[in-house]
């Protein structure tokens, strides 16, 4: 095959777009493509993709390869170890070039460096580009020249001297290539069955490119301007719900920022401070590779952490006895997703209320989650925790029923997810324990029946966590 006839390979991977996309976009300028995606088990191990994870993707690369081939592009579906499975590729076809975008998971980092090195050696030309954030992780640093581990001056500096590039079209293409050989993406198995417990996953949302900019089209014209005043209610319709087409490069961030940005104007900025947050914790899972494996305080290493198998499985279940913890694990369960207020309430409960490591939530946010990312995961925990970078005083215990009250006063929230629990009167909805009895049998509550009474109580648990402290603290 003539050089310039030679097909440019685009390694897909966390970017399943077509729209600013640079590395498909630097592909396309150089010829003919063929669009590669590997399901790579192995670089990651245990932080392989969970079971929400693995739904989102099985429909989002459905949307892709429906998109490029629309366009005359292959997408060649592989499972294995890209990095004997890319070189493979590239010669088989006779590949001048591979492009990627790139990811920042330490393994993602050491598994890419392995294949440029061998796709050059084999004479191959290999380049990677910045996607998947607004300033790279190695770009932003202090007065010092140290990275950011204060979330403050890393908003400021990233608000000032960081101005989001302009997105990338999606590009033409020049096809004179037959299909190449794939896999069938029927037959990884990303779907459950035997149950199929994605039922609500799939009324919940549209993964796929069209989705993300339905999604952001919504949130601009309906939710942006009030988010400020909104985005703590779980019971409205008051955040963007973007997470998982952002962490699947459904849509990137920059096009996101700018359009907000543009359209709501100051109303926007504490929407582009969250966008900021998940930035910053993307460059403190690159500047600190173990963020996801071990605590950032070292003297959190000696926490005494309880082993209490029975009361995390409760906690996954939404069966602790307290309505904002358990309608927040129920609608994690039933949509993949939840409501970031109420993942503070529920993360600290486990981690204070129950001194269960915050490894325990890591996890298992980590298989249910459609939007889970090993930085925010990590950094979140962390910073419920008390012991990640700028966390939150571990001290700091969050009252589960004051939260409802606060945050879900009419109970909208927590009726649609504890049905159960939909006719008691609003002042008992987060408390059902103290209601009278009579209150609790006209509602068709019974506690210990069909709804839990608490596993644990707020004022000894509480003092308990702060006893562990004070141990930790000698």
Same mark, same amino acid.
């Given at each position: 095959?003539?050089?310039?006839?030679?097909?440019?390979?685009?390694?897909?991977?966390?970017?399943?777009?077509?729209?600013?996309?640079?590395?498909?976009?630097?592909?396309?300028?150089?010829?003919p493509?063929?669009?590669?995606?590997?399901?790579?088990?192995?670089?990651?191990?245990?932080? @392989?993709?969970g079971?929400?994870? @693995?739904? =989102?993707?099985?429909?989002?690369?459905s949307?892709?390869?429906?998109?490029?081939?629309?366009r005359?592009?292959?997408?060649?579906?592989?499972?294995?170890?890209?990095?004997?499975?890319?070189?493979e590729?590239?010669?088989?076809?006779?590949?001048?070039?591979?492009?990627?975008?790139?990811?920042?998971?330490?393994f993602?980092?050491?598994?890419?460096?392995?294949?440029?090195?061998?796709?050059?050696?084999?004479?191959?030309?290999?380049?990677?580009?910045?996607?998947?954030?607004?300033?790279?992780?190695?770009?932003?640093?202090?007065?010092?020249?140290?990275?950011?581990?204060?979330?403050?001056?890393? =908003?400021?500096?990233?608000?000032?001297?960081?101005?989001?590039?302009?997105?990338?079209?999606?590009?033409?293409?020049?096809?004179?290539?037959?299909?190449?050989?794939?896999?069938?993406?029927?037959?990884w &198995?990303?779907?459950?069955?035997?149950?199929?417990?994605?039922?609500?996953?799939?009324?919940?949302?549209?993964?796929? !490119? *069209?989705?993300?900019?339905?999604r952001?089209?919504?949130?601009?014209? #309906?939710?942006?301007?009030?988010?400020?005043?909104r985005?703590?209610?779980?019971?409205? !319709? &008051?955040?963007?719900?973007?997470?998982?087409?952002?962490? =699947?490069?459904?849509?990137?961030?920059r096009?996101?920022?700018?359009?907000?940005?543009?359209?709501?104007?100051?109303? &926007?900025?504490?929407?582009?401070?969250?966008?900021?947050?998940? #930035?910053?914790?993307?460059?403190?899972?690159?500047?600190?590779?173990?963020?996801?494996?071990?605590?950032?305080?070292e003297?959190?290493?000696?926490?005494?952490?309880?082993?209490?198998?029975?009361?995390l499985?409760?906690?996954?279940?939404?069966?602790?006895?307290?309505?904002?913890? *358990?309608?927040?694990?129920?609608?994690?369960?039933?949509? &993949?997703?939840?409501?970031?207020?109420?993942?503070?309430?529920?993360?600290?409960?486990?981690?204070?209320?129950?001194?269960i490591? =915050?490894?325990?939530? !890591?996890?298992?946010?980590?298989?249910?989650?459609?939007?889970?990312?090993?930085?925010?995961?990590?950094?979140?925990?962390?910073?419920?925790?008390?012991?990640?970078?700028?966390?939150?005083?571990?001290?700091?215990?969050?009252?589960?029923?004051?939260?409802?009250?606060?945050?879900?006063?009419?109970?909208?929230?927590?009726?649609?997810?504890?049905?159960?629990?939909?006719?008691?009167?609003?002042?008992?909805?987060?408390?059902?324990?103290?209601?009278?009895?009579?209150?609790?049998?006209?509602?068709?509550?019974?506690?210990?029946?069909?709804?839990?009474?608490?596993?644990?109580?707020?004022?000894?648990?509480?003092?308990?966590?702060?006893?562990?402290l004070?141990?930790?603290?000698?």
């Amino acid at each position: 095959m003539s050089d310039e006839h030679a097909p440019a390979i685009v390694w897909f991977r966390q970017d399943l777009r077509l729209d600013d996309n640079p590395a498909l976009t630097e592909a396309a300028r150089r010829g003919p493509i063929i669009g590669v995606f590997i399901l790579d088990d192995d670089a990651p191990g245990r932080w @392989r993709w969970g079971g929400a994870s @693995r739904w =989102w993707l099985h429909h989002s690369l459905s949307s892709l390869e429906v998109a490029l081939r629309a366009r005359g592009v292959p997408l060649v579906l592989k499972r294995g170890p890209a990095l004997t499975l890319l070189p493979e590729l590239a010669q088989a076809h006779g590949a001048r070039s591979v492009t990627w975008n790139r990811l920042y998971e330490p393994f993602a980092v050491q598994r890419d460096t392995a294949i440029k090195n061998a796709l050059t050696k084999a004479g191959i030309r290999a380049d990677s580009f910045a996607a998947s954030l607004i300033a790279e992780p190695w770009v932003l640093k202090t007065q010092s020249g140290s990275p950011f581990q204060v979330f403050t001056p890393f =908003w400021k500096a990233l608000r000032a001297g960081v101005t989001p590039d302009r997105a990338h079209p999606t590009p033409q293409f020049d096809q004179s290539l037959s299909t190449p050989a794939s896999e069938e993406l029927a037959d990884w &198995g990303l779907q459950p069955h035997k149950p199929d417990w994605a039922g609500g996953l799939r009324k919940t949302w549209t993964p796929g !490119e *069209d989705g993300a900019r339905t999604r952001l089209a919504r949130f601009v014209d #309906e939710i942006a301007q009030s988010y400020k005043d909104r985005r703590d209610i779980p019971g409205v !319709e &008051g955040v963007s719900r973007l997470s998982p087409h952002l962490h =699947w490069g459904e849509i990137s961030v920059r096009q996101v920022w700018k359009t907000v940005e543009n359209a709501v104007g100051p109303a &926007g900025e504490p929407f582009l401070r969250e966008l900021a947050w998940r #930035e910053f914790a993307h460059h403190l899972l690159w500047q600190f590779p173990e963020l996801h494996e071990k605590p950032f305080s070292e003297k959190f290493a000696a926490f005494p952490w309880r082993e209490d198998q029975a009361s995390l499985q409760l906690w996954r279940e939404g069966r602790t006895g307290y309505p904002m913890v *358990d309608a927040g694990m129920r609608q994690l369960w039933q949509t &993949g997703w939840m409501h970031n207020r109420v993942r503070l309430v529920a993360a600290s409960f486990l981690v204070k209320h129950l001194l269960i490591s =915050w490894r325990r939530g !890591e996890d298992w946010f980590w298989d249910t989650l459609v939007d889970a990312d090993l930085a925010n995961n990590a950094m979140n925990w962390q910073w419920i925790a008390g012991s990640g970078a700028d966390a939150a005083p571990y001290f700091r215990i969050f009252n589960p029923v004051l939260q409802g009250e606060k945050f879900d006063p009419d109970g909208d929230y927590v009726r649609r997810f504890i049905p159960e629990l939909g006719k008691l009167p609003n002042e008992w909805l987060h408390k059902p324990w103290l209601a009278p009895a009579e209150i609790l049998a006209k509602a068709g509550v019974d506690l210990g029946g069909n709804y839990p009474r608490p596993i644990v109580d707020h004022v000894e648990a509480r003092q308990r966590a702060l006893d562990a402290l004070a141990q930790l603290s000698r």
